[in-house]
């Protein structure tokens, strides 16, 4: 053996030998001495091979029958003085910490839409790989009261226990870790592919995605060509993305126009006699579980409310105070959850409804009737459970 690393060791080529080897724990004092209990062992027919840390290697042949080293008193002496309890302890609290940033500044306010975003994934990297420390500090801890509890009962330290077992477990925990690092990497770089917007092509077709078109009762209804950038029309644009907790996110904004046609109602979308422009945004989530479900209509309607009219849907409308957020929702037959929020200045709705594992997002200006905006999002349903 030539020298030991973190998780491996490097050996040399040299005479075919027999070697009992042993790991002692301890550390160099002044000046770089040994430790006092470690004086001795050259005399005992052991040699320092190398050292790493407080990890001290060494080894002797094994027809010397060299008087054991590195018995269970050492251990125990080594945990004791070194205060590993202290240590495992204070990385816990370092881990713990961790978690509390993460929920403090990524999940606290809107923990499932949050997840849910392309961006979030290299938060979920981090969550899962302080996760992982998390398990492993906690795994030394128990590791090492065990260890302690074994040798107070004077169960001594076996070391002529096979190795392969140990080596093997360790491998296929490993693998496994590596596949999940690389599914983590892979889950974070593509979804951003195919998140960003792009135009909406004029032969545009998805069962998934419910279209102005659909909802504007007009067939003079043209594409209004709106803000361009990187050419892309931001005004008409379309993007989806992937993650564990939502298999199916899309969103679409579209913009037209009806020429010559006026704004019935008055306001500031109707001043200088423009063109009737209805514009819409719609946004599906396809979640992994009906409760994940429930939380982002939670979330979808913490991120909406405030400033404006909020209007719950039963046989009838009632109407609450001005940024209440929501308690409970009314039952509505088509619907597991339903939630309308209707503008007074301008015709806008904004409607979120979920049935199953799926939510609904739909953002509308324009004069249709919000019975026809409900009517689609009922047939979406349909499609999507059918």
């Not at 509890?149 to 870790?177: A, C, P, V, Y």
């Not at 959850?337 to 015709?347: G, W």
Request: hydrophobic share 40%; glycine share 6%.
């Amino acid at each position: 053996m030539k020298s030991l690393g973190s998780r491996n060791a490097i050996f040399e080529d040299g005479e075919r030998e027999k070697y009992r080897y042993r790991i002692c724990r301890g550390k160099r004092g002044v000046y770089g001495r040994l430790p006092e209990e470690f004086g001795e062992y050259e005399e005992m027919g052991w040699e320092l091979v190398c050292e790493r840390g407080t990890r001290f290697v060494y080894r002797s042949l094994e027809s010397s029958n060299a008087v054991e080293i590195c018995g269970s008193d050492e251990l125990e002496l080594w945990l004791s003085k070194n205060g590993w309890k202290d240590r495992m302890w204070a990385s816990l609290v370092v881990l713990a910490a961790a978690m509390l940033f993460i929920y403090a500044f990524f999940l606290r306010k809107y923990p499932i839409l949050t997840i849910i975003h392309p961006r979030s994934n290299f938060q979920l990297i981090f969550i899962a790989s302080t996760v992982l420390q998390y398990y492993l500090v906690l795994k030394g801890v128990f590791q090492a009261k065990k260890l302690r509890k074994s040798l107070s009962n004077g169960i001594e330290i076996d070391h002529m226990k096979s190795w392969e077992e140990l080596f093997q477990r360790r491998k296929i925990s490993m693998t496994f870790i590596g596949w999940v690092i690389n599914v983590c990497i892979a889950a974070t770089i593509f979804p951003l592919f195919r998140y960003f917007p792009k135009t909406i092509p004029n032969d545009f077709d998805d069962n998934r995605v419910i279209r102005l078109s659909a909802i504007e009762d007009d067939t003079a209804l043209v594409r209004k060509d709106g803000w361009e950038y990187r050419k892309v029309d931001w005004s008409n644009s379309t993007s989806g993305n992937w993650s564990p907790f939502a298999p199916t996110v899309l969103s679409v904004k579209e913009r037209g126009v009806v020429p010559g046609r006026m704004w019935k109602t008055e306001g500031p979308h109707a001043e200088d006699n423009t063109e009737y422009q209805p514009h819409y945004e719609f946004g599906l989530y396809r979640l992994s579980a009906v409760w994940l479900a429930n939380l982002l209509f939670r979330d979808l309607l913490d991120w909406s409310v405030g400033g404006s009219t909020m209007t719950y849907l039963e046989s009838s409308r009632s109407y609450a105070p001005e940024n209440i957020a929501p308690v409970e929702l009314f039952d509505h037959p088509e619907f597991d959850r339903l939630f309308v929020r209707e503008e007074t200045v301008v015709p806008e709705m904004h409607v979120f409804a979920m049935k199953g594992r799926n939510v609904v997002r739909v953002k509308y200006i324009g004069e249709e009737s919000l019975e026809t905006v409900l009517e689609e999002i009922s047939k979406l349903f349909e499609r999507l459970m059918g």
